[in-house]
């Protein structure tokens, strides 16, 4: 099983401000099968990236990932309030997919 | 449109079935790989199973044996079949469409399962 890691648990930011987080995983995945996810409360998870650096269909171009092998990052390049969430990195070219266990943008 | 709505969620006790389902449309569910994921109260996401095109299946370690997906083609629908069920299977169950090159593109709302006595 492909374990992912993502650092750091919780990011205080303030809006306006620059976001990166980390996603490293066990053993090397393939980038075309990496994927980023951010939830709000009481919503479902919504795709922001996939092919670890494509940003998914309605995705403002604040959102950019990057990354290969072991290492992914997820850049918030200004937050907006409505970034304020759960974001998640997922793997799913190997089962059982993987979920890292989530980094929390919450305000400052 | 794409739509994915489940439902059958509710309170069990343990050793319980339950079915989900999660109708789809927008898309032809059986020529789509299909998952479900779940998400314990105050959790992160759990990957549960995945059905694809051909019908090959794979599940979580943690549900294997107890849980089966499927589909029913003329309903455009996909279900999980919960047998055994635990407390620990408490969570908020997604079904989400899968899309090789892009990932998990559409959710559902979930619907939650709660296994208690």
């Known amino acids: 099983e492909i374990v992912l890691t993502q650092s750091p648990g919780t990011l205080s930011l303030s809006p306006g401000e620059r976001a990166t987080l980390s996603c490293r995983a066990s053993q090397s995945v393939s980038s075309s099968y990496l994927a980023w996810y951010h939830q709000k409360p009481g919503q479902a998870p919504r795709l922001l990236i996939y092919g670890a650096s494509s940003r998914a269909t309605g995705i403002p171009d604040r959102f950019s990932g990057s990354g290969s092998g072991t290492d992914f990052t997820l850049t918030i390049s200004r937050l907006e309030p409505e970034d304020f969430a759960v974001y998640y990195c997922q793997q799913f070219g190997y089962s059982p997919f993987t979920f890292g266990p989530g980094t929390t943008v919450d305000v400052k | ?117």
């Open chain 2, 1 to 117: 449109e794409v739509q994915l709505v489940e439902t059958g969620g509710g309170l069990i006790q343990p050793g319980g079935s339950l079915r989900l389902s999660c109708a789809a449309s927008g898309f032809i569910v059986s020529s789509k790989y299909m998952s479900w994921v779940r998400q314990a109260p105050g959790k992160g996401l759990e990957w549960v199973s995945v059905i694809y095109s051909g019908s090959s299946t794979y599940y979580a370690d943690s549900v294997k044996g107890r849980f089966t997906i499927s589909r029913d083609i003329s309903k455009n629908t996909l279900y999980l079949q919960m047998n055994s069920l635990r407390a620990e299977d408490t969570a908020v169950y997604y079904c989400a469409r899968l899309t090789a090159t892009t990932g998990f593109d559409y959710w559902g709302q979930g619907t939650l399962v709660t296994v208690s006595s």
